[in-house]
């Protein structure tokens, strides 16, 4: 399983996961505050010093985690043209790609450890209610661990399909891509049981 944490060291490695993830609310309430157009732009520059900060390395790993995100932001700005407001689509944009990418830096840069004990500590006061903790820790860390894993496979399934076909593979890998995902949650359940489950 791969990790979304960089595997470049910077200092941010070492500052507490809670005050990250503090930082990153905060931000993001302020971005969703901030109304001009040209702050947006302004906060978007600063996020990319920070990402360049560390070195070509770090950045060049961002900036491949931020990749997926063209998709939408493209539907957003067209639909927003279309429409007759570029201006507000504009501001859309940024702010998601904002958001995501400071949330993208805070992952890059906490352990899956780190952001586990701020999960375990937010919901110690549901441990009252009857809550499992150990279950919900262990589903948070699955997805972070396997999201990547997923992506991977899914880059390997349109590499499949292209070297046999001419045309772009789109919707056809849905199936076996859904398959892999559940061959993958078989296996670990598997694993699960016989190390004693939950």
């Keep these: 399983?791969?990790?979304?944490?960089?595997?470049?060291?910077?200092?941010?490695?070492?500052?507490?996961?809670?005050?990250k993830v503090a930082?990153?609310?905060?931000?993001?309430?302020?971005?969703?505050a901030a109304s001009a157009l040209w702050m947006q732009a302004a906060v978007g520059i600063g996020v990319m010093v920070l990402y360049a900060l560390p070195?070509?390395?770090?950045?060049?790993?961002?900036?491949?985690r931020l990749w997926p995100l063209w998709p939408f932001i493209v539907l957003v700005l067209v639909w927003h043209v279309v429409t007759g407001a570029p201006a507000d689509g504009a501001m859309i944009a940024l702010r998601m790609l904002n958001a995501v990418a400071l949330a993208n830096?805070?992952?890059?840069t906490t352990t899956l450890d780190g952001m586990m004990g701020v999960?375990?500590?937010?919901?110690?006061p549901l441990r009252a209610l009857g809550l499992n903790l150990r279950a919900v820790e262990l589903a948070v860390a699955l997805v972070i661990r396997?999201?990547?894993?997923?992506?991977?496979?899914g880059r390997m399934l349109a590499l499949a399909w292209r070297a046999r076909a001419r045309r772009r593979a789109g919707w056809r890998v849905i199936?076996?891509?859904?398959?892999?995902?559940?061959d993958d949650a078989d296996h670990v359940a598997e694993a699960?049981?016989?190390?004693?489950g939950l």
């Design 1 to 19: 399983m791969i990790s979304l944490t960089s595997p470049v060291k910077t200092r941010a490695h070492g500052w507490p996961a809670g005050a």
């Design 23 to 32: 930082a990153l609310c905060a931000a993001s309430v302020a971005l969703f």
């Design 55 to 64: 070195g070509r390395i770090f950045l060049r790993h961002g900036m491949q």
């Design 105 to 108: 830096l805070v992952t890059m």
């Design 119 to 124: 999960v375990r500590w937010l919901l110690t």
């Design 146 to 153: 396997f999201t990547p894993v997923l992506a991977a496979k």
């Design 175 to 182: 199936v076996p891509f859904m398959v892999l995902a559940l």
């Design 192 to 196: 699960l049981r016989a190390r004693g």
